[in-house]
């Protein structure tokens, strides 16, 4: 296991996840979803591809519709 942030808490993900792990231990699989790792924001694309490092720091926001 490693340690990474997520919007300002600390958590635990297994060596090797991609960030399309993160998103779906979070429950977020929805594709409105906006992610930023050590500040620099990762494409759509490459979620499957971004493996995580041990102190990485996301912030990860969710889009969400409502209204009148």
Do not use: C, H, P, W
Not at 19 to 25: P, R, S
Not at 35 to 58: A, C, L, P
Request: hydrophobic content about 40%; cysteine-free; overall charge negative.
């Amino acid at each position: 296991m490693i340690t990474v942030t997520v919007n300002g808490e600390k958590r635990q993900v297994e060596k090797k996840a991609s960030v399309t792990d993160l998103l779906a231990d979070l429950g977020l699989l929805s594709r409105r979803v906006a992610v930023e790792r050590n500040r620099e924001i990762v494409k759509g694309q490459s979620y499957g591809s971004t493996v995580i490092q041990d102190g990485d720091m996301f912030e990860i926001i969710e889009f969400v519709g409502g209204g009148f």
